[in-house]
């Protein structure tokens, strides 16, 4: 008796023991996508886990893009459409574009041009940046959708995909 | 109808006359030879050896990240070229030189042209441009090549 109340104390330990580690950060869908940390052009610090509770594209992208800046047109709208939005896994949108540029000038500029008014961050680090590194970018444009906890729902999808994926988790 | 199906059909044959020709010249147009690409691996060897003769190597993107390398900045616009001119002037014409952009694949980049073009245009008979087909990143950090401080 004795010795199974040890192995189920053993196994009900492994268990939380790996509900806790059971938390795989890495660009796999239903992952928990890796934190980041970066600044603003105002020199603000905005994290990704601060937006929980929100879906989140986290936008990729660079000024010399030119499809990532094509790409900007689009983000402006689906952001107006869907910023107030209620999702079955989050309530709003809000895109967490991160620039891989090296100097400050050109992204701010194009940020005003664009009259970008959502989330902006850079470590001014361009293809050095760990943030490249932690989410693997092979290249730009590259996106990565969460939920409101934080897990990947989708990756690099742009235009009408995007926009699907989007309303997908849309509450009607 | 007869007609309406000729026109689409000597439309469709001249559009795609057009296309074909527009995508060969724009292989053609590009100015370097294939003799002229570096792989990575090698400038990595000639940078990881002090007893090698090293090139002189110019950034003419977005950041100097190969180690040693000259930041001259985009030379997509005006500025940075003159820049590079410039420096280029004072080089005697059989200088080892090396380019590198390695924002995006040489198909999208709009600043490796402008300068092999500039290396060209003033007889220099020894340059090359470092093979990044993908970008900096995929092709020279994650392999961990030798990077500026």
Redesign the interface.
């Known amino acids: 008796m004795r010795i199974f109340a040890l192995a189920f104390a053993l196994l009900l330990m492994g268990g939380i023991h790996s509900a806790l580690m059971a938390q795989p950060t890495g660009l796999v869908l239903g992952n928990k996508s890796p934190e980041i940390k970066l600044t603003t052009t105002k020199g603000d610090t905005i994290t990704l886990s601060s937006l929980k509770g929100k879906l989140v594209l986290i936008d990729f992208w660079g000024t010399w893009c030119a499809p990532c800046v094509e790409e900007q047109v689009d983000l402006a709208r689906l952001y107006k459409k869907y910023k107030l939005a209620s999702f079955t896994n989050g309530k709003g949108f809000e895109i967490y574009g991160v620039a891989l540029e090296a100097k400050k000038p050109n992204w701010e500029t194009l940020i005003t041009k664009n009259k970008i008014n959502w989330i902006q961050v850079s470590d001014l680090k361009f293809w050095r940046s760990p943030v490249a590194k932690a989410y693997n970018i092979q290249e730009l444009p590259f996106n990565v959708l969460i939920d409101g906890k934080g897990f990947i729902l989708a990756k690099n999808l742009h235009g009408k995909e995007l926009e699907m994926e989007i309303g997908k988790n849309l509450i009607k | 109808m007869k007609t309406k199906s000729l026109t689409f059909l000597l439309l469709l044959v001249v559009t795609s006359v057009f296309a074909t020709t527009e995508f060969s010249c724009q292989g053609q147009s590009d100015p370097w030879t294939p003799q002229q690409l570096l792989a990575p691996a090698d400038l990595a060897k000639v940078l990881n050896n002090p007893k090698a003769a090293q090139p002189i190597i110019y950034s003419i993107?977005?950041?100097a990240?190969v180690k040693g390398s000259i930041d001259i900045g985009?030379t997509m616009r005006a500025e940075n070229l003159n820049t590079l001119k410039q420096k280029l002037g004072k080089l005697p014409k059989n200088s080892q030189i090396v380019v590198y952009c390695?924002?995006?694949?040489f198909s999208?980049c709009?600043n490796v042209r402008p300068a092999m073009e500039l290396l060209k245009s003033m007889q220099f008979t020894n340059y090359k441009l470092l093979n990044l087909p993908?970008?900096?990143?995929?092709d020279w950090?994650d392999k961990g090549y030798p990077?500026s401080e």
């Open positions: 993107g977005m950041q990240i985009p390695g924002c995006c694949p999208r709009p993908q970008n900096v990143k995929v950090i990077m």
